[in-house]
């Protein structure tokens, strides 16, 4: 058996070892225990404006700009004829709560992920490299991981504190030791996608920015810049959708590419694909009761909604910061209810993801409304929810806007019923 740590975080991904980051920058010990050797593809590329100001906050602006990540100034979203179109900046607030220009980063995840694990490592994580396959402890009161090292080695971490950031793989859920693994409003979805080379991007300064094409519910495409050649592009579909073709993936892509969105189509004309097509499906869940006496899950862990918005690092990486506040408090005797000390991290980050499922909700229900919320009438305010600022009790006119849109929609879906 290992000495006692601190923390023991399951999952190296931005949620663990931001988590991991946020910790050392308060004296914290942490052990990351991670199963994949790094660098290794990931999916999941765009950030919000604040997830952004976490990578700031973590002391990682110079390496974004040594690593050159495309700036990311907004997102611009396509209508079905693919003239049409709504933009959203990515906007911070000053002191005194005005709109100020600012910027995030799209990350080449291989790379990005693999530079967060070597800095936790440089501030005081310690890597395990293997897989949490059960926990220590009684019941409801965690006392450490059971991991299983790379060459068979079976050891023991005990830990104060275990924090589950293993993303879809719910290592805590499948453990019993959290809520049961329940399927998402967005679940029967497929997303098939690859990065290209040789496609147009948006003029200047904003050749970094996200692009969104939308062709009809549940149909839509992304398109993310990664460096200054190479854009991840990706279809989302209804899975049946995509059976029905009977197409190897590849195919269904390019097919896809060229028939999904007329401003896509254009924008890849003369690409060509540089990497693997891969897919992803059965994405969309959530886990409920996620925290406990001695633990609590960060990011994927506990829930994914649905891309489109890009909000998966959003999570991972303020929720990470979330975390070790509410891991300090408890470690320092100061948690309001010691029995449940994570409690308010879980209001907190429940309260932020449902903001965004409204958001994302009304969007498919909904898009021309939507579009009117976003782009005019509250426009400021849909500004915040897209750069992430989410956590505030009080609803905003935007998201009450929203909510409106929402509950009008099920009334008249009762009805109809
Ligand atoms: C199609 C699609 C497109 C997306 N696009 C975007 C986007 O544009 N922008 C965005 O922000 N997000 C996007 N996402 C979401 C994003 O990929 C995730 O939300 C993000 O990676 C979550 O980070 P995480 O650290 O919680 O989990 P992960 O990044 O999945 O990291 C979890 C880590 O835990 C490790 N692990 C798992 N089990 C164990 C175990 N038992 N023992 C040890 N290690 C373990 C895994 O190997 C992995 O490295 C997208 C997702 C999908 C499906």
């Known amino acids: 058996m290992e000495p006692m740590n601190d923390v023991a975080i399951v999952g190296a991904g931005p949620a663990g070892t931001s988590c991991a980051i946020a910790l050392a920058q308060r004296g914290i010990r942490t052990t990351l225990i991670e199963k994949d050797a790094f660098p290794r593809y990931h999916i999941g590329e765009s950030m919000t404006g604040e997830c952004g100001n976490v990578v700031r906050a973590l002391g990682l602006e110079a390496d974004m700009q040594r690593l050159r990540y495309p700036v990311k100034r907004g997102v611009r979203v396509f209508a079905p004829d693919g003239d049409h179109s709504f933009w959203v900046p990515v906007m911070g607030r000053d002191p005194d709560g005005g709109l100020l220009d600012a910027t995030t980063w799209q990350v080449r995840r291989s790379e990005f992920d693999a530079l967060l694990l070597d800095v936790a490592r440089a501030r005081a994580s310690e890597h395990v490299h293997g897989e949490a396959t059960g926990v220590l402890g009684d019941g409801d009161t965690v006392s450490g991981v059971r991991v299983r090292a790379d060459g068979g080695r079976e050891t023991e971490i005990p830990a104060r504190v275990v924090v589950d950031a293993s993303g879809p793989a719910c290592f805590l859920s499948r453990c019993g030791v959290t809520g049961p693994r329940q399927r998402g409003k967005y679940d029967n979805q497929v997303a098939i996608f690859s990065q290209v080379r040789g496609s147009v991007r948006e003029p200047g300064e904003h050749s970094g920015n996200t692009l969104i094409f939308y062709r009809e519910?549940?149909?839509?495409?992304?398109?993310?810049?990664?460096?200054?050649?190479?854009?991840?592009?990706?279809?989302?579909?209804?899975?049946?959708?995509?059976?029905?073709?009977?197409?190897?993936?590849?195919?269904?892509?390019?097919?896809?590419?060229?028939?999904?969105?007329?401003?896509?189509?254009?924008?890849?004309?003369?690409?060509?694909?540089?990497?693997?097509?891969?897919?992803?499906?059965?994405?969309?869940?959530?886990?409920?009761?996620?925290?406990?006496?001695?633990?609590?899950?960060?990011?994927?862990?506990?829930?994914?909604?649905?891309?489109?918005?890009?909000?998966?690092?959003?999570?991972?990486?303020?929720?990470?910061?979330?975390?070790?506040?509410?891991?300090?408090?408890?470690?320092?005797?100061?948690?309001?209810?010691?029995?449940?000390?994570?409690?308010?991290?879980?209001?907190?980050?429940?309260?932020?993801?449902?903001?965004?499922?409204?958001?994302?909700?009304?969007?498919?229900?909904?898009?021309?409304?939507?579009?009117?919320?976003?782009?005019?009438?509250?426009?400021?305010?849909?500004?915040?929810?897209?750069?992430?600022?989410?956590?505030?009790?009080?609803?905003?006119?935007?998201?009450?806007?929203?909510?409106?849109?929402?509950?009008?929609?099920?009334?008249?879906?009762?009805?109809?019923?």
């Open 217 to 417: 519910t549940n149909h839509w495409a992304w398109f993310i810049p990664l460096d200054d050649e190479v854009v991840s592009v990706g279809v989302v579909v209804p899975s049946d959708h995509f059976r029905t073709y009977r197409l190897p993936k590849e195919d269904f892509l390019r097919k896809a590419m060229r028939e999904l969105n007329p401003n896509l189509s254009a924008r890849l004309e003369d690409a060509t694909l540089v990497e693997d097509v891969r897919t992803a499906s059965s994405y969309s869940f959530e886990i409920s009761d996620y925290t406990g006496p001695a633990h609590l899950c960060v990011g994927d862990a506990h829930r994914f909604i649905d891309p489109v918005f890009s909000f998966g690092l959003h999570f991972a990486m303020v929720e990470g910061q979330l975390a070790a506040a509410a891991i300090e408090r408890h470690l320092a005797g100061e948690a309001a209810d010691p029995r449940r000390p994570f409690l308010d991290y879980q209001n907190t980050t429940t309260r932020g993801m449902d903001k965004i499922q409204d958001l994302i909700d009304c969007f498919w229900q909904r898009p021309v409304q939507f579009a009117l919320v976003v782009h005019q009438k509250h426009r400021e305010e849909a500004i915040d929810l897209f750069a992430g600022r989410l956590y505030d009790e009080k609803p905003s006119g935007a998201l009450m806007a929203i909510q409106q849109i929402l509950a009008k929609s099920r009334g008249e879906l009762a009805g109809r019923s």
